[in-house]
């Protein structure tokens, strides 16, 4: 594949509960230049499957994967939508119709998608660990948007990932809910009643009640590399309050002794800061995934994978 550079490989992960069975579509392009397993960033794509073709007939700047070969790492990506359709029925489909198939009635603590999307891709992981062409101890995970919220609850709940990349992820994602523009808990508890526990409705338009905010998820990043991305006309998720949490994560990083991002100043447009150990940039354009963005996260992963 990619004109002799990668190799592909088209593995199905499969599981089964109490409800039936499920699978996991993945798909590896390793560089066969390599004497080494090389590192690993893996996608959780949540847009259509033509954005990860791999056959690699429909190429997607959503997805590089020929560039992330150029750059010696394995290009990884599976479609969320194996895992847990994204939208609402009662919870009856995907991962939650297999393993919570006796719960009645279901809990108001009980997990949502954005949660199913991580717990997939913990079962990525738990292939990568069986691959001797993988290094399955420099694995990096991307999302974008909901796939990025889905990208920082894996990486803080699963320690194998040495580095989280949340591209654009904002409310309930990398951005402060306190003091936010934009989208608020309220429209996405309303529109995407499904993503999330039904315990979070009761901050809706009450975020200053919240117990806790979205730096502290970020936090539980340390002492691992955390990369957090917006976009100039990108609003809805706000750039300014994905910053904040940066920010505000760096104690965590100094209580490892170590630095996170080391600043308070807001970047210039397509200016990245690369911290010792947490990134940020701002990129001109609209709420998206780009080439643009994959080139930085390889520029700091270079620096530790």
């Not at 690993?40 to 959503?62: A, E, M, Q």
């Not at 039904?198 to 539980?220: T, V, W």
Request: charged share 25%; proline share 5%.
């Amino acid at each position: 594949m990619m004109e002799g550079k990668a190799l592909r490989k088209k593995i199905y992960i499969s599981y089964q509960g109490p409800g039936g069975k499920g699978g996991i579509n993945l798909t590896l392009f390793l560089p066969i230049d390599k004497t080494n397993p090389a590192p690993v960033f893996l996608l959780l794509n949540n847009r259509s499957d033509t954005n990860i073709d791999p056959d690699r007939s429909i190429k997607s700047g959503f997805w590089p994967a020929e560039d992330i070969i150029s750059r010696g790492y394995t290009a990884a990506a599976f479609s969320l939508e194996d895992v847990d359709p994204d939208k609402y029925d009662g919870f009856k489909d995907g991962v939650h119709g297999i393993f919570d198939a006796n719960d009645t009635p279901r809990s108001s603590n009980a997990w949502g998608t954005i949660s199913a999307w991580a717990w997939g891709a913990s079962r990525v992981m738990d292939y990568f660990e069986t691959d001797q062409d993988v290094d399955d101890a420099r694995v990096a995970v991307v999302g974008h948007s909901r796939g990025g919220k889905a990208a920082l609850w894996c990486g803080a709940q699963d320690q194998r990932f040495a580095m989280v990349v949340s591209n654009n992820s904002g409310c309930t994602g990398a951005a402060v809910s306190r003091g936010k523009k934009g989208e608020m808990l309220k429209d996405i508890n309303d529109t995407f009643p499904h993503w999330f526990c039904e315990n979070y409705r009761m901050y809706n338009g009450n975020e200053y009640k919240l117990p806790i905010d979205q730096h502290m998820l970020l936090s539980l990043i340390a002492p691992r590399i955390l990369y957090v991305t917006s976009a100039t006309a990108d609003a809805w998720s706000d750039p300014k309050a994905e910053f904040l949490s940066c920010i505000l994560a760096d104690s965590v990083y100094n209580l490892f002794g170590l630095k996170g991002l080391e600043t308070h100043d807001m970047p210039a447009a397509d200016y990245p800061i690369m911290g010792e150990h947490i990134a940020y940039h701002i990129r001109t354009g609209q709420h998206d995934l780009t080439e643009y963005d994959w080139s930085r996260f390889m520029d700091f992963a270079d620096m530790y994978l």
